[in-house]
Structure formats: structure tokens, C-alpha cells
């Protein structure tokens, strides 16, 4: 069973608007939940984090909001920019503290 | 910039070669991992070490034999390896002993088995 999962494989959103990407997972005692972005080959660049004491974390054009009741965490990038076209994964650090379970993958596309 | 630089870029490889890949961080990490990654899915961890001493592999076959010669270098092996081993090949590193550290990765090394 996926325990980190991102159930749209593909998103797109026009230049200037918000995207959105959503991230849930299956136990409520994770602690550390992360955003990466990826281009193509390239290695997964790291975005934001957010601990499980938060809601909510912003840098930038980059929001992440934690949901704990719902096991849900999304990703917002305002206003949404060409170079912000990508695959973003969402990432559980669990408490072994060395093993990331990832989720699937979104690949994101900003039309312009 | 990436700060984890990896080498070769690319490599293609016969299945009775013998060959290496490179990965050197300046991040001052004590945590440096292996993933492998297949196209559209996320990466797969490998290897772990922690202060230089493998603390986690993966069930990989022998095949794959890291090395960890100092805190900011980490090499992986190649050997006899399958046309089912073709992937990218990406190191990371992070700091272990402070909790909930991302890992920070290189752009990998694209692998193709012959």
C-alpha cells in the first residue's frame, strides 16, 4: 500500500494563476512532510518542508499547508511562472530519519 | 548550482564492464545515500551511509558495491550489470544527526546498459 500519494499524475495550469498540488498520506504519525521539484535530467531539487506542528509554511511564491485530521498537505505556487514547469514530488520523512517515502509524482505544466 | 556533484553525466556500459560512479558533496554532511530512479517514478533508495559506515542497503544485488572514502565523497561500483540496471543514478546528502533534515541531491548520472 502507498503510504505517501499524489492522484494527479499530470497538472496545468495558465501562467500568472495559482497551481496547486495535493499530496496525501496514510499514517498519522508522520513528522516531516516535504516538496521537491524535478526537471528532466536533472537531480529532484529541494523546495519546502513543513513539521507536523505547523499548518502552514511559506517561502516566497511557495505555501505548504498541512492538514493533520486529513492526512492531507498541499503545495501552492503564486502566481505560477514557465520555469515553475516540472514533476513535484511530495516526501514523508518518517522517524528513522534517512528513509524519504515519496509519493508518485505531479507533473505540473504552466501554460503561457 | 548544485552543491552534490556527481560524474560521469552520462555512461553507457557493456553487461562485462567494469566501471565507477562519482559523488562529492561540500555541504559538510555526515549522511550521503544512492537512489536509483526509473523514468516516471520517484527514486529508490539504495545505499545509506552515516559517518562514513554503511548503514542501510536496500537488498541491491552485489552487482552495486559503494564506497564511502571520506565525509564528502561516495563512489558506487558497477559490475556485470543487466540492461534492467539502464536508470538514473542520483546521490544526496544531509546532515543525520539533526532530526528532519532534507536530503540535498546531485543531477545524477544517466546509466544505459548495452
Known amino acids: 500500500d502507498q503510504q505517501v500519494k499524489q492522484n494527479s499524475p499530470s497538472l496545468s495550469v495558465q501562467e500568472g494563476r495559482i497551481s496547486i498540488l495535493n499530496c496525501d498520506y496514510t499514517n498519522s504519525m508522520f513528522d516531516y512532510f516535504l516538496w521537491y521539484k524535478k526537471y528532466p535530467a536533472e537531480g529532484p531539487t529541494f523546495l519546502i518542508s513543513?513539521?507536523?506542528i505547523k499548518d502552514k509554511n511559506e517561502d516566497g511564491r511557495f505555501t505548504v499547508f498541512l492538514n493533520k485530521s486529513a492526512k492531507h498537505l498541499s503545495l501552492h505556487i503564486v502566481p505560477s511562472q514557465p520555469g515553475d514547469s516540472a514533476v513535484y514530488f511530495c516526501?514523508?520523512?518518517?522517524?528513522?530519519?534517512?528513509?524519504?517515502?515519496w509519493g508518485a509524482g505531479t507533473k505540473l505544466i504552466i501554460k503561457p | 548550482d548544485t552543491e552534490v556533484t556527481q560524474t560521469p553525466k552520462h555512461l553507457v556500459m557493456g553487461m562485462t564492464n567494469k566501471k565507477s560512479l562519482k559523488c562529492e558533496q561540500h555541504?559538510?554532511?555526515?549522511?550521503m545515500y544512492w537512489y536509483k530512479q526509473k523514468a516516471k517514478k520517484p527514486p529508490e533508495l539504495m545505499f545509506v551511509?552515516?559517518?562514513?559506515?554503511?548503514?542501510i542497503n536496500e537488498s541491491v544485488p552485489s552487482r552495486f558495491s559503494p564506497e564511502c572514502p571520506n565525509s564528502s565523497l561516495l563512489n558506487l561500483h558497477l559490475h556485470a550489470l543487466q540492461p534492467e540496471d539502464s536508470a538514473l543514478y542520483l546521490c544526496?546528502?544531509?546532515?543525520?544527526?539533526?532530526?528532519?533534515?532534507?536530503?540535498?541531491f546531485g543531477d545524477g548520472t544517466r546509466l544505459s546498459i548495452l
Open positions: 555541504m559538510g554532511h555526515r549522511a
Open positions: 551511509y552515516s559517518y562514513e559506515k554503511l548503514s
Open positions: 516526501a514523508v520523512i518518517p522517524d528513522s530519519n534517512y528513509q524519504l517515502i
Open positions: 513543513i513539521s507536523s
Open positions: 544526496a546528502s544531509s546532515q543525520p544527526d539533526r532530526a528532519a533534515q532534507p536530503q540535498h
